[in-house]
């Protein structure tokens, strides 16, 4: 990919798996977790580096003990092969099982270079100019490994304070980077004091600005159904108190001061997540004292919440609401900029890392001269389209402030105004937007014409309209496998190892009626073609061709009604579970969701839709309330003393 200050970044591209035995038998489910794994690594943009520690801010390694072992620098959050190295951790540190381990306690430093953290997420490193004045111009992208998924079946936050779809966004320039192959900048007399050409050779000098993103930290999901807006799902904000105090207070140890910008709509569907959101921070912050602003697009143009003290350490969360839609709505783009004036004193108060190379020093250890103090938090619904426009808004004015502190540009002059950076700029942040996107959604991000080109063009709504319907088609229909490869990959779902346990997993239990009116209805339609298609003679019969083509309409309209009226049961086509758990507990495994870790509100969906369907007039008679063959214990039974037999 590049050098980070003459640290070589790579991307991982291919991998191999290598086994360390043969099997002596067929196992149908190991075959499918490859397939999962192998999918994931395939299709995960994942990078590291032998010698810089690429999952911390650069603030966060001029912190750090450069003597440490890589691994050991890491950030937890971002350490994403962190569950694959887990052995090799425990065997460098002298943990193990004890069976048959030699020298058991016993720290093994000779592990460290073999424990290899990797990142996952986006990185662009580019040189460029500004006004002939060269620098490496950098855009880390980094996803937490914490509640990791897809869209849909990963919202919200868990009982340990983590959230979906969390982001760290690193903006970096370094001047007379020497490693990049571009000259100094010396600067004039007066960048003296640790500013650029202080000494007789120009420093090696770092400025970078974080932001983050993440889902509104209270529990809540959407419930895919077929259609087009899922059920919206929202617990009581009460008992999410413990869970976002645990978010918060990481955010605060971490960032600082933390800067709630909200995104999603005051209006529809999406009022219930900002309404739960604003009562958790008037929860958590003490005497918070509210402000709001209208508009005549509006009436809720900005809603800010603020503490009126400073003596508990919630005070640091300052909420700010901007009603992104409402306020840009027929391609006034340029109005997200009502956001920027309302979050610019807090930016400046936040101020962005700053650093030099400090001479002599072999690890490249970075001399601290400005410190980030504060953190934008941006999110909406799916902390992706929204959330990119602002998150460029933010970094590109950020940028202009950093080069006019270190005399690049003078009052007045805008990083914007250089026509090649702008357009580098536009088209990096442009990137990053669907990398992110096709990590959680699938598919690219929207308004990405914007973030390209600086206005909202009618090509760029239509390819908008295109990514929403393979977003729809992805949602529903392919993403509880990629969730089944995240789970796997991060530990957060373990194969058993018994055999009796590890039967049939991925076997569909759905009713076998159930899962043949999709072929039914696939059927329906060819029927109708080719009765509409075939050429008929002159001197036929008409009526009983009309009464054929009639005939599979009504059967193919049936079980177009049947699915889409029960789409609980043909969400995300896949294999389900079965635990050898008790026979009152194996419909929770019957569900068409995510396999190995099925969430609740999918569990609860499913027993729902099912009982409706027995109640069915014309199905519910074919399916018995209890059916043939559910008995996991009986099945993994048979199926252990088959490979006994082999």
């Not at 980070?4 to 291919?14: N, P, S």
């Not at 402030?401 to 540009?409: A, C, F, P, Y």
């Not at 206005?455 to 509880?480: C, E, I, M, P, W």
């Not at 579970?577 to 499913?606: H, I, S």
Request: hydrophobic share 35%.
């Amino acid at each position: 990919m590049g050098r980070l200050k003459g640290h070589m970044v790579y991307k991982v591209i291919a991998t191999e798996f290598l086994p360390l035995r043969e099997r002596p038998l067929h196992d149908p489910d190991e075959d499918t977790y490859l397939g999962l794994l192998k999918t994931l690594l395939r299709t995960g943009p994942m990078y590291f580096s032998y010698s810089s520690d690429i999952t911390n801010s650069f603030q966060r390694q001029a912190k750090s003990d450069l003597g440490a072992p890589l691994w050991k620098r890491a950030d937890d959050r971002f350490f994403w092969n962190r569950f694959i190295q887990s052995d090799l951790i425990d065997f460098r540190s002298g943990v193990g099982s004890g069976s048959g381990m030699r020298h058991q306690g016993a720290q093994r430093a000779g592990v460290d270079p073999f424990i290899l953290p990797v990142m996952f997420g986006m990185m662009r490193i580019t040189a460029t100019q500004i006004k002939s004045t060269p620098f490496t111009f950098t855009l880390i992208t980094r996803r937490s490994r914490h509640r990791a998924g897809t869209r849909y079946f990963s919202r919200g936050i868990d009982e340990q304070g983590h959230v979906s779809n969390f982001n760290e966004t690193e903006q970096v320039i370094i001047l007379n980077d020497n490693t990049t192959g571009l000259g100094g900048f010396a600067g004039g007399g007066g960048m003296q004091n640790g500013r650029v050409g202080s000494g007789d050779e120009p420093e090696v000098q770092v400025m970078a600005y974080v932001q983050t993103r993440g889902s509104v930290p209270v529990y809540w999901a959407e419930v895919n159904t077929l259609r087009y807006v899922p059920n919206l799902q929202i617990r009581g904000v009460e008992s999410a108190i413990d869970a976002a105090r645990k978010h918060f207070d990481e955010q605060i140890r971490i960032y600082g001061e933390n800067y709630l910008v909200n995104l999603v709509n005051q209006k529809g569907r999406e009022k219930r997540v900002k309404e739960a959101y604003e009562q958790m921070v008037r929860i958590l912050v003490d005497s918070p004292a509210e402000e709001k602003q209208g508009s005549q697009r509006s009436d809720e143009k900005i809603h800010a919440i603020n503490s009126n003290q400073r003596s508990q350490e919630y005070s640091r969360l300052h909420y700010v609401y901007f009603d992104f839609h409402n306020e840009t709505k027929g391609l006034q783009w340029h109005r997200s900029k009502i956001l920027l004036d309302q979050l610019k004193q807090g930016l400046i108060q936040g101020q962005y890392f700053r650093g030099v190379d400090m001479p002599g020093d072999a690890d490249g250890r970075l001399e601290i001269r400005n410190e980030q103090t504060a953190v934008v938090r941006t999110n909406c619904m799916d902390c992706l389209d929204r959330t990119n426009v602002v998150q460029s808004m933010l970094a590109r004015w950020t940028l202009t402030r950093q080069l006019l502190d270190i005399g690049i540009l003078q009052p007045g002059e805008s990083a914007e105004d250089d026509a090649a950076f702008e357009d580098l700029f536009r088209n990096t942040w442009a990137d990053n937007a669907d990398v992110v996107s096709k990590s959680y959604s699938g598919t690219g991000a929207l308004k990405t014409d914007f973030t390209r080109t600086g206005v909202r063009t009618r090509a760029g709504a239509l390819q908008d309209l295109n990514n929403s319907v393979t977003r729809y088609v992805k949602n529903n229909f392919a993403d509880g496998p990629r969730q089944d490869g995240f789970d796997l990959f991060l530990g957060t779902f373990l194969p058993p190892t018994s055999t009796v346990t590890n039967t049939l997993l991925f076997v569909d239990r759905r009713p076998v009626l159930i899962q043949s009116l999709p072929y039914i209805f696939a059927a329906s339609i060819f029927m109708i073609l080719v009765s509409t298609l075939t050429r008929r003679l002159p001197d036929s019969t008409i009526w009983p061709l009309r009464v054929f083509t009639i005939l599979w309409f009504v059967v193919g309209s049936w079980c177009l009604h049947f699915i889409y009226n029960h789409g609980m049961l043909y969400v995300s086509p896949s294999r389900t579970k079965c635990f050898g758990m008790a026979d009152t507990n194996v419909v929770r495994y019957q569900v068409n969701w995510p396999k190995l870790n099925t969430p609740q509100w999918a569990t609860e969906g499913y027993q729902k839709t099912i009982s409706s369907v027995r109640e069915d007039k014309v199905l519910g008679p074919f399916i018995a309330k209890r059916e043939r063959g559910m008995s996991t214990s009986r099945l993994g039974h048979l199926e252990e003393g088959k490979k006994r037999k082999e």
